[in-house]
């Protein structure tokens, strides 16, 4: 469900006045489980919680809409080994200075098109952004309870110093309706392969679990995401792989 942003609604033709902010509340935990036995170092392990309110206000414009995503408070905790890479005051900081900033991105029948767009840099900012490919997976049309469809997406292509490949295969039904919107449930397996050019290596498997409230037009209405990930790290050709295991949560819930 992972989507030519538009930062400037003029640039898309008339547009019309932005409806009344929908309010959600962005809750976000990613725990991090690393073995590095074979350097010396044993298990690591560290958690990122993020707790943040946001407001959603959509703009009418040519044959989609605007969205500004602004971020009204946020709160971060990091735990374990992530505090020591990220300190509690740094984490205090960076979401305080996060409060008022937005994300812009431009949907069509719900579907992000282009790359959403902060307004600034912020670390903080990466479960809101997140957040935004949630709130605009897009729709198929003519949907109804018990429909089921899957989507497979390869991936063969260069990246920075090596080639990565793979594919990611979603699993989607329509389960029921609530509140005049669908229910769907689905599931994602990834399987990739990224190849350095100096030998090293990243191997990545990894599945998810997803239940989303949809809206037939707008943002979606609530959504719970929960993923994990097993990654194994060679440093270069020949040496020990670095297991790492990554478990996250990602929960949307809208504020009346």
């Known amino acids: 469900?992972?989507?030519?942003?538009?930062?400037f609604a003029a640039l898309q033709g008339p547009v019309?006045?932005?409806?009344?902010p929908l309010h959600y509340r962005v809750?976000?935990?990613?725990?991090?489980?690393?073995?590095?036995?074979?350097?010396?170092?044993g298990k690591v392990a560290g958690s990122l919680s993020t707790t943040a309110f946001i407001s959603v206000t959509m703009t009418d414009s040519a044959d989609g809409q605007v969205a500004r995503i602004t971020v009204d408070s946020m709160k971060m905790e990091p735990t374990g080994a992530t505090a020591l890479q990220l300190k509690p005051a740094d984490a205090n900081a960076a979401a305080d200075s996060a409060r008022g900033m937005s994300v812009h991105a431009y949907s069509?029948?719900?579907?992000?098109?282009?790359?959403?767009r902060p307004s600034g840099s912020n670390a903080a900012l990466a479960p809101v952004m997140q957040a935004v490919g949630v709130?605009?997976?897009?729709?198929?049309?003519?949907?109804?309870?018990?429909?089921?469809?899957?989507?497979?997406?390869?991936?063969?292509?260069?990246?920075?110093?090596?080639h990565q490949r793979g594919a990611i295969i979603?699993?989607?039904?329509?389960?029921?309706?609530?509140?005049?919107?669908?229910?769907?449930?689905?599931?994602?397996?990834?399987?990739?392969?990224?190849?350095?050019q100096a030998g090293e290596s990243l191997t990545v498997n990894g599945a998810s679990?997803?239940?989303l409230v949809m809206a037939t037009h707008g943002p979606t209405r609530s959504a719970s995401i929960e993923s994990s990930v097993n990654a194994s790290t060679v440093r270069?050709?020949?040496?020990?792989?670095?297991?790492?295991?990554?478990v996250g949560l990602l929960r949307l819930t809208p504020i009346p």
Do not use: C, Y
């Not at 469900?1 to 930062?7: D, E, G, Q």
């Not at 809750?27 to 170092?41: A, G, M, Y």
């Not at 509140?179 to 990739?192: E, R």
């Open 170 to 196: 979603a699993t989607w039904k329509v389960t029921g309706t609530e509140n005049g919107g669908f229910v769907l449930d689905g599931t994602a397996a990834t399987n990739m392969v990224t190849n350095g």
């Open 209 to 211: 679990t997803e239940h």
């Open 108 to 116: 069509v029948r719900g579907t992000i098109r282009g790359s959403p």
């Open 135 to 162: 709130l605009f997976p897009g729709l198929r049309s003519g949907l109804k309870v018990g429909d089921s469809w899957s989507d497979t997406t390869k991936v063969d292509n260069d990246v920075q110093g090596g």
């Open 236 to 246: 270069q050709q020949g040496a020990t792989p670095i297991p790492t295991k990554t």
């Open 1 to 7: 469900m992972m989507l030519t942003l538009l930062t």
């Open 27 to 41: 809750d976000s935990k990613t725990t991090t489980e690393q073995d590095l036995t074979s350097i010396n170092r």
């Open 16 to 20: 019309t006045l932005p409806t009344p």
